[in-house]
Every structure is written in structure tokens, then in C-alpha cells.
């Protein structure tokens, strides 16, 4: 691979998947074109207990906005027949559900019906996503989207077994036994009080309780019990709980830390090579979930289409659909591999607007084999390349669904206080973690009246205890303390001074 960005060639990049390649797997699967391409690379979805492939079908572009000339059963179909064992939709997706419900029937995947393949539909991991953010009750929470306004059902069970009907059963509700969801995520997760909502009424759950959050309902279905009273039947409907975010890493980081229930097993995040240039994803949330083991899946790969030729503002019709691949100018598969070589991803999400017969102009067929990379694929070098390469597009401005950048912080919520341990005088200092800029966090110094007192490596904060740092300064003299973060490259933030009274 060339060094210089502007060397990048689609040529480069085909002969790097190739190579990877090259090193699974040689039993072959038919591409979309008719030729042959390799067994797809799996990856093991963090606690999951799945094999997931590299690659996962995403819910939208041709399967939610359909141009007369693509067949959104027929991406599917292909999708599956290449090995990909990934499949997102959503009830925010249009005819996306029923789209796969139709491709299920072709592929018997329907319990109850006598050709029904359960091996195979073990084989595959189905995800759905809901915007309900109140299991039970409700009222409005500003920032939090709660579906009161009587037009459409307000609760997460609701786009549930909504899911379960368009996709295995006969659309207006009914669905069949043992039909059921590999994961549902709390979907487009932005605001802060929506972690207060979500989890409300998580501990000692019961039916009397008025008002419920998202994810004690979701245990229900989980589990087959009835906490909530809103899972009569004691149905089991969902094996695994997660979220999703395009917008505030640091909620999403709130998201998980308040999870003392270790309900959460996935995450659908945002991640592309304009990441850092907003308050980025790859050195904030990412690691965090990456640390409590949750399955990470990675979305707006090609920003919505905004990478090429599509507004950099959300899609609402079939013509937004990209349906070429790639650019001269901006490949996409350095774009893949790009998202599938940061740290802690498992697999991509990526929308299909075009299949072809030409392996050139099959977006299907270009992104499986961009998706045929190890997680440690790309050196560090190579992907500060694809960045400067993707500032070609919008000069870098194509994450509209993004916070913009904040750059490194200082600890948040920093606190001081001392005592008297015999004839020691203790003084603890505590902090929650600040926020990376386009460096990955390193440490946080301590700062005592102007010279270094000691130093503490960061860890990603997965819960809400904080950090302490003791120190004894062996004496009974008021003193000045800071808080120093410091990131790889030894940027530094530091926090406001904390008074110790001499006592």
C-alpha cells in the first residue's frame, strides 16, 4: 500500500483483498456476477457466542427506498448465498421487514411451516431496532421521542412483535410460535435523559409500577417472565438486548456505564474514516463497549452515501440510493477496511443500492471482498491515509449525524477530599473520564502546587464509580491540585484547581 494517500488506486486496494483472502478459506461461494468468491471472514461477536461475518447486510438503501430497477428480495437472496450471516432491519425502515419476511419465505425460514430449516436459521444472526423508548406508561421527557401522541403505539413490545409479524408472520400482527429475534436495539440512542428513560423501573420490576422503561420490557421477551406485566403469554421473542447511536458518544458511553445489569450485549455505532473530525466514536464509546465485551457492529460506513454522491443530510427517497461503486477519486473499499480495522469492531452494516452482473458494478459483490480483512489488516500509517483520502469528500463534512468535534477534555466531574488516617493526611482525589479528540486517552497526571505528584493509566470507564488517585503530600499545609489527561501523542487537558484546606 503507498504511502501517500493521493496514490490510492481501486487496484491497490482489490490487490489487498485478494491477499486477504487468500489466507481463509478456500471453499467457494457465487458471487452476485456468477463468479466465485471465498468463504467469508467471520469474527467472534464479542459475548454473543456467534461467528459473525465481516460483512452484514444493512436494512436500508434498496431494501427501504426501492427504485423500479432493483429487487430488494433479490439483494437479500444474493446477500445470504455469499455466506453473510448479518441481517439489520428496522420498524423505522419502511417496507424493509416485509422485504425480508418475503425473502424468509424463499428460504424457509419460517417456524411452523413444514419446510421450515431451523439449522439454517440458527446459522443467521437477525437484528430489528425500535424507537420506543417506555416499556409501560409514559409521559414526555424532552429529547426523549416516547410515541405518545397517539397515532402510533407507544410501546418497545409493540415494534417487537411488529417485527416478528412483517418478517414471519402475516404482517398485522400475528406471528408464528418459535419465531424469534437474535437481537433488538434501542435504536438512534442521542440525549442524556433518554439513559434515566430506558432504564426506568429495571429494579425490582413489577406490573404495579405505571411507568417502565425500553429494556425492562426487553428483558421480558428475553427472558419469558413478566416483570413488566406487559409479557402475559411469558413469550420469549428476543435472545439479546443492545442500543444504537450516530450522534453523542458521550450519551451512548452514559448509555453503558448505567447498565449495572449487564443487559446490553450489542452496539450499532458510526464509524467511518471522517470520524475524527467530529467528536469522534473510535476513541470514546468504542472502547467502552469493547471493554464490557458487547457485540460491535459498524454503520454509515460511506456516511449515508454522503461520501459520494448523495446530500450530506438523512435519506428519504429511492433517489438518495447510491448505486455505483465507489469514486475515482475515493474508492470504497479502503472505506470498508477502514471501519473494520478499528479496534473493537466486529462487523459492517452496509446498505445495497445496486447488484449487477458485472463484479465491477456490483456494490454487493465490491463490498464482500472488501469485508475479507483481519481486524489488525491495516498498520496505523494506512489508515491516517484513507483519512486524508476521505476529506476528498465535502472536505470531510459528511458526518451530518455526528456531534462535531469537541477535541481532547479534561476529566469530567472532578472532586477532592481529605482526611486524617492516623498520622497520615490522606487526599483523594476522584474523576470521571474525559473525552478523546483525535488521539486515543493515555493517562491522567496529578498536579500538586505545580509539580507532578503521580500519574494514573486511563481505562475505559464501563460503570459510574470513578477514579481516585490517594496521595499524601506529608504535611498539613493547604495545597493546589489539577487533574492533567493526557492522550497518546501527549496532548494535554487539564481541570480547573482543586483546593485541599491546610487542616
Request: one cysteine or more; proline letters at 5%.
Amino acid at each position: 500500500m503507498n504511502n501517500n494517500a493521493s496514490h490510492f488506486t481501486r487496484r491497490d486496494f482489490l490487490r489487498t483483498s485478494a491477499i486477504a483472502a487468500a489466507g481463509i478459506s478456500t471453499v467457494p461461494y457465487i458471487s452476485c456476477s456468477g463468479s466465485t468468491l471465498p468463504t467469508p471472514m467471520t469474527r467472534s461477536f464479542g459475548k454473543l457466542n456467534f461467528e459473525v461475518t465481516s460483512l452484514g447486510l444493512g436494512g436500508q438503501a434498496s431494501l427501504q427506498w426501492t427504485s423500479a430497477s432493483e429487487d430488494p428480495v433479490e439483494i437479500i437472496m444474493k446477500t445470504f448465498k455469499l455466506g453473510v450471516n448479518y441481517f439489520d432491519t428496522s420498524n423505522w425502515y419502511g417496507p424493509s421487514q416485509t422485504n425480508f419476511g418475503r425473502a424468509f419465505r424463499r428460504l424457509n425460514l419460517i417456524p411452523g411451516q413444514s419446510n421450515y430449516d431451523e439449522k439454517l436459521r440458527k446459522s443467521i444472526f437477525l437484528t430489528s431496532k425500535t424507537g420506543l423508548r417506555w416499556g409501560k406508561g409514559g409521559y414526555d421527557v424532552e429529547g426523549v421521542y416516547s410515541g405518545t401522541n397517539g397515532v402510533y403505539p407507544s410501546h418497545t413490545l409493540y415494534d417487537v412483535k411488529r417485527t416478528l409479524s412483517q418478517i414471519f408472520g402475516d404482517g398485522t400482527g400475528a406471528y408464528p410460535e418459535g419465531a424469534y429475534l437474535d437481537m433488538v436495539l434501542v435504536h438512534n440512542f442521542q440525549y442524556e435523559n433518554e439513559v434515566e428513560v430506558c432504564f426506568m423501573g429495571i429494579e425490582d420490576t413489577n406490573p404495579d409500577m405505571e411507568h417502565i422503561g425500553a429494556l425492562a420490557a426487553l428483558r421480558d421477551v428475553r427472558d419469558g417472565t413478566n416483570l413488566t406485566g406487559m409479557n402475559p403469554k411469558n413469550e420469549k421473542l428476543i435472545r439479546h438486548i443492545g442500543f444504537s447511536g450516530h450522534w453523542s458518544s458521550p450519551n451512548m458511553m452514559k448509555m453503558i456505564q448505567g447498565d449495572t445489569y449487564d443487559l446490553l450485549d450489542g452496539m450499532l455505532v458510526a464509524i467511518n474514516a471522517n470520524d475524527k473530525l467530529n467528536l469522534n466514536m473510535q476513541h470514546n464509546v468504542i472502547p467502552v463497549a469493547a471493554a464490557k465485551n458487547m457485540g460491535i457492529i459498524a454503520m454509515k460506513v460511506f456516511a449515508d452515501g454522503a461520501m459520494y454522491t448523495k446530500p450530506a443530510n438523512w435519506s428519504n427517497t429511492s433517489e438518495h440510493v447510491v448505486r455505483t461503486v465507489g469514486s475515482e477519486q475515493l474508492p470504497s473499499q479502503p472505506l470498508v477496511q477502514y471501519a473494520l480495522t478499528t479496534p473493537g469492531i466486529h462487523t459492517a452494516i452496509i446498505g445495497i443500492g445496486h447488484v449487477d452482473d458485472d463484479p465491477a458494478r456490483c456494490q454487493l459483490h465490491q463490498n464482500f471482498l472488501s469485508a475479507q480483512i483481519e481486524p489488525d489488516g491495516l498498520g496505523e500509517g494506512d489508515r491516517k491515509n484513507i483519512e486524508q483520502m476521505a476529506l476528498a469528500a465535502k472536505e470531510g463534512k459528511t458526518n451530518y449525524f455526528q456531534v462535531k468535534e469537541g477535541g481532547l477534555t479534561a476529566p469530567t466531574k472532578p472532586e477532592i477530599k481529605q482526611e486524617m488516617m492516623g498520622d497520615d493526611r490522606v487526599v483523594t482525589l476522584a474523576w470521571n473520564t474525559a473525552l478523546a479528540g483525535d488521539e486515543p486517552l493515555k493517562s491522567y497526571e496529578i498536579w500538586r502546587d505545580g509539580e507532578k505528584a503521580g500519574e494514573l493509566p486511563h481505562q475505559p470507564q464501563t460503570g459510574t464509580a470513578p477514579f481516585h488517585f490517594e496521595d499524601k503530600p506529608g504535611n498539613r499545609s493547604a495545597h493546589a491540585y489539577k487533574i492533567v489527561t493526557v492522550d497518546a501523542a501527549g496532548n494535554k487537558a487539564a481541570s480547573d484547581i482543586l483546593s485541599a484546606r491546610s487542616i
